[in-house]
């Protein structure tokens, strides 16, 4: 508890200081913050990129699929002044976040670039952690997918680069079940015998905020603008969260998914026993090694009803250069190499990642490592951000309580969706 | 200790002379040092940050807020129902783990052969950590594939098909489980330590007397264990007021099973909520306090007394 502080005594000192200068912001006590960064964030120099040299340290979760120990490697051998390295800092995105908060806080320089979950960015650049990327964005933003640019834009400006992104596929038992067009489709097909079932993650925790939201963001609904208004309180989350529910309760999809996070989930679909599964593109190689290989297929998000365009949830990681670190020349010089189509390529082809530029998917090379890289561009371009914001954690809890709430049978789809909103507007109303 | 004892033990003192006094301090001293920067400071330090609240949203803003984040914490939903959550889970826990526990000390302290092997073995789930033996029950009673589930199904008892850790009550029940499993071992520990110093000569007045063995048990054994069962009850009671790890494996709080120290955790962790977290950490840890207060001082007593009568 107490290394999670924030706040030395020299800290508390100058916000003291800080606290005299906006006085009339404080002396109301009710008064709100400025809802952006301080204008002090500096933004990055892209001169200091050309002819940078020396080493950087990269830190991140673990490096399970070896695309950071390739990256770094293939960035010297391009870049033979420069030295990346990659240093795991927690094995959990939980632990990896804890890890990533504590270096931030006590200022340390030993990470020039943090990895950063798509939902990170704000709530890091909301503390002046994080050098703005917008020169470098606005450089290389063709090479990417707009919606993966989007999640590393907050405030108005970039504080991230995507690296590689995630969506959400549907699997599906080819001597079971059709691919799906239409969550109803899938429903009603997984309803028809308990083999046919959906799985997915339901448990208390952001992969229900995902799945949920995957749901919401096709039904055309959605739960923050990008205003930052609360929008959750709609019939479109009435209807999904009953859709949910109703699908719990008829067996479309086996009750258990309200213990499952994303491994349960994938050994439970291994067994054989349910037909369809949501969950991410690391599954498909894995499922492949199962007594289920080449018994399946593999489909991009459906529609809801087809009322509006399938839509999902983006997944994924971002470069996050840190305000302390000694040679952003270097870090903006290996994010450069590394969001290069020709790198890009080589992210899905040597470690199954999801890339962040369009004509990575139609390569022949990355299409033989990957078959499935027409249905993932899908869902990736179809897929949105979830909602930008620092107090995001609080946002994602009002609605993976809620959703849960209804799905374990606690609560009304319509209870649900008014206190979603007035939990988020709690959340956004944190000093 | 009564006021008569004081002065009873009063001319003892005034033996000692100042010098004397003087050193006594002098080697309390280090220790009292000790208490003071491992314990007070840091709760200090919790207490000063709890009555502040940090801004998650601009870089080195922070304010004075007084009690506000203990009368949020008060007046929020949030707070009571995990408040009530881990008092349901500690009274259950505690009582099954005193039965168990004292029910396997009397068992382990007859004569039999195997007996030195089987105290150790009973000490086994005490010695697994607690994250560990949470997952291993998590995956027990997975409802496809856990071994929990699988059993029951296959001999065609209730409760094969229920999802265990998505149901309230159902969830509840297994987070007991799992503490009991775990922790009944270090009761009977603890209580078999209190049946060893009981002497046999008690019990063979008792036989002499032509007591029942139930009798014996009821009049004799239970009141001279009652010193080490207050003990257990007392440390197990504090540990289960602040559970924290079966629930955030388990269930993630989910279904009626967060706790206070979830809570806190949450506040602190995920939303950095620094201010409002540390009130929530004080207010479980004042919780604690209080329900130790309260032990010590209506069966505390009885410690005391036995150990007088021992004496």
Redesign the interface.
């Known amino acids: 508890m107490k290394a999670s502080m924030p706040a030395g005594r020299r800290r508390l000192a100058k916000s003291v200081v800080a606290t005299l200068a906006v006085g009339v912001l404080l002396t109301g006590c009710g008064g709100t913050p400025a809802n952006s960064p301080n204008s002090a964030a500096a933004a990055v120099d892209l001169k200091s990129a050309e002819g940078a040299k020396g080493d950087i340290t990269i830190c991140g979760g673990k490096d399970a699929s070896g695309i950071h120990k390739n990256t770094t490697a293939a960035f010297h051998k391009a870049n033979p002044t420069m030295n990346a390295k990659y240093v795991e800092i927690g094995s959990s995105t939980d632990q990896q976040r804890t890890q990533t908060v504590q270096r931030l806080e006590g200022k340390s320089t030993e990470c020039d670039i943090f990895m950063m979950d798509v939902t990170w960015a704000p709530e890091f650049a909301a503390q002046n952690w994080l050098l703005d990327q917008t020169p470098v964005m606005e450089k290389i933003k063709d090479r990417l997918i707009p919606s993966t640019a989007q999640t590393a834009l907050y405030d108005g400006k970039y504080w991230a680069t995507p690296f590689y992104t995630n969506a959400g596929l549907i699997y599906s038992a080819k001597d079971k079940v059709a691919k799906p067009a239409t969550w109803q489709q899938l429903y009603a097909e997984a309803a028809k015998a308990p083999g046919n079932r959906l799985v997915y993650q339901a448990q208390q925790y952001e992969g229900l905020t995902v799945n949920f939201l995957e749901l919401l963001y096709s039904a055309g609904g959605e739960a923050v603008n990008d205003k930052g208004e609360v929008k959750i309180d709609s019939p479109e989350t009435r209807e999904v969260l009953q859709f949910m529910a109703d699908g719990i309760k008829n067996g479309s999809a086996d009750r258990a998914v309200m213990t499952y996070k994303e491994d349960e989930t994938r050994l439970a679909y291994e067994s054989g026993n349910f037909g369809y599964e949501r969950n991410w593109p690391h599954v498909y190689r894995l499922l492949n090694k199962t007594k289920l290989a080449g018994k399946f297929d593999v489909s991009p998000l459906p529609s809801f009803n087809g009322k509006s365009a399938a839509s999902g949830v983006l997944g994924g990681w971002n470069f996050a250069i840190s305000a302390f670190s000694q040679n952003s020349g270097a870090a903006l010089a290996y994010i450069n190499f590394a969001t290069t189509p020709e790198w890009q390529k080589h992210v899905a082809m040597d470690n199954s990642q999801a890339p962040v530029n369009e004509a990575a998917y139609s390569d022949p090379e990355v299409l033989k490592a990957m078959p499935f890289a027409p249905e993932l561009l899908a869902s990736v371009k179809g897929a949105k951000p979830r909602p930008q914001s620092p107090v995001y954690p609080q946002i994602s809890q009002a609605i993976y309580k809620n959703v849960h709430a209804v799905l374990s049978g606690s609560a009304t789809a319509d209870e649900a969706a008014k206190k979603m909103a007035e939990d988020i507007k709690t959340a956004q109303d944190s000093f | 200790m009564t006021s008569a004892q004081k002065l009873a033990e009063r001319p003892r003192t005034f033996g000692y002379d100042r010098a004397e006094r003087r050193l006594a301090v002098r080697m309390v001293a280090p220790s009292l040092i000790l208490m003071f920067l491992v314990a007070a400071v ?1 709760i200090g ?2 207490v000063w ?1 709890s009555l ?12 004075f ?1 007084g009690l506000d984040n203990y009368l949020d914490a008060l007046s929020s939903g949030a707070w009571w129902s995990a408040f009530g959550q881990t008092f349901t889970f500690a009274a259950a826990s505690v009582s099954l783990e005193l039965v168990l526990g004292t029910a396997m000390a009397l068992l382990l302290n007859m004569t039999f052969r195997g007996r030195g092997l089987l105290r150790t073995l009973v000490l086994l789930p005490y010695a697994i950590l607690t994250v560990v033996s949470a997952i291993t029950w ?1 995956t027990m009673f ?4 856990g071994l929990v589930t699988t059993v029951l199904r296959g001999l065609g008892l209730p409760g094969g098909d229920i ?1 265990w ?4 009550g159902y969830a509840m029940a297994v987070i007991v489980l799992a503490d009991v499993w775990k922790t009944a071992p270090f009761v009977a520990l603890l209580v078999l330590a209190g049946l060893q110093v009981i002497p046999d000569e008690v019990y063979e007045a008792a036989e002499l007397d032509g007591s029942t063995k139930w009798t014996t048990f009821i009049n004799i054994t239970l009141p001279l264990l009652k010193p080490a069962i207050v003990l257990a009850a007392i440390f197990r009671t504090m540990d289960a007021l602040r559970v924290f790890d079966l629930p955030f494996v388990l ?5 009626g099973t967060e706790s206070m120290s979830m809570l ?1 955790y ?1 506040e ?7 201010g409002e ?2 009130a929530l ?1 004080i207010l479980t840890f004042l919780t604690v306090m209080a329900v130790s207060v309260i032990y010590i001082r209506f069966a505390g007593g009885n410690i005391r007394a036995a150990a007088q009568e021992k004496q």
Do not use: K, M
Request: hydrophobic residues 35%.
């Open positions: 840091p330090y919790a940050l502040h609240q940090f801004s998650v949203r601009q870089a080195g803003l922070s304010r807020v998590q997975e409802p496809t594939l999802v850790l998505g149901e309230s269930t993630r709080g989910a279904n806190a949450t602190l962790r995920e939303n950095r909520l620094v977290g540390s950490s």
